[in-house]
């Protein structure tokens, strides 16, 4: 009954701390302010330049996900599907969700035989089945992701040397379907095949759009949608955002090897308290034998845990940049 208490407090302190960081997180009133005043300034300049950046904000505004969504799905599970299908994996949600519970009860089993206590096999068993999938998946989204992400400007100058040819864009489509490697001929298959069935390719680009949920492939999409509206020479427009695709990824690259140092000292301090244990409990076990028995010191290794995600959190915000 004790531990049940100081489980409730301990959960009662972190959620009144996070409901204290949501409360003053929130954007200030001087920046909405001069955010609302440049959206009315867009809007009703006399510059053409100023009116294509104010269709530009809007659609990107309308493509921005909700926060409690995957951009491109209507509820938890479709956007769970819609992740794993991100990985280029044919793996379904039957198949994650089986992984996720066999190690559940392998994780959870060992635990409590190891130890005899049955709510940390629980809470560790619970942190290993939903955390080591879900890792492993983001980290095959991030891999797939930098990978089309190199290769999309090349296949912008693709289609560019093929408008310059005189051939039409959904030629120059298929084109690059077949001629780019990687995840990028992929998508750009999967909509060339949209249009064959009879989508349009606005709608055909806006799919995958929402499904990629990449910004580089969303400036690719407003770009077109702009020169529709406005007219102009579509091919020296893409050649410009190939440009500023390469120059992105360079400012990114700066950016990683700049904060390099910090996201090493911030790796080094989160995990050096997991291995000290570790090493201890490997040379001595009964030292630290206690915390998995004493519901005192289970507690507080829970609390100390808590505290160290709360602060890997702000370390993590810290070295993080948005271009």
Known sequence: ?????????????FAALAMVWLAFAGPSPQKESARR??????????????????QMRKAVAARRPKMHQIAGSSSRVEALALRLHRTGKDWTLQQYLMVSGGLFVVVAGLVFLKSGAPILALVIG????????????GHLVKKRTTQFIVKFPDAIELLVRGLRSGLPVSETLSIVATEVPGPVGE????ITERIKIGKT?????????????????????????????TGGNLAETLANLSDVLRKRAQ????????????????????????????????????????FFIDERLMVTGFGGMVWMSMGAFIMAKMVSFEI
């Open 1 to 13: 009954m004790n531990m049940l208490h100081l489980l409730l407090v301990s959960g009662g302190l």
């Open 37 to 54: 005043l440049g959206q009315v300034r867009y809007r009703h300049s006399e510059s053409a330049v100023d009116r294509v950046e104010a």
């Open 126 to 137: 619970l942190f290993v089945g939903a955390g080591v999938p879900h890792v492993v998946v």
């Open 187 to 190: 998508e750009f298959k999967l």
């Open 201 to 229: 390719m606005e709608d055909a680009l806006q799919d995958t759009a929402n499904r990629l949920d990449m910004a580089e492939f969303s400036f690719f999409c407003i770009t077109l949608a702009i020169q529709r509206e």
């Open 251 to 290: 400012m990114k690259l700066k950016i990683r090897a700049m904060s390099s140092e910090s996201k090493a000292s911030a790796y080094i301090v989160g995990s050096l308290p997991f291995i000290v244990f570790g090493l201890i409990y490997w040379v001595n076990p009964l030292y630290l034998g206690k």
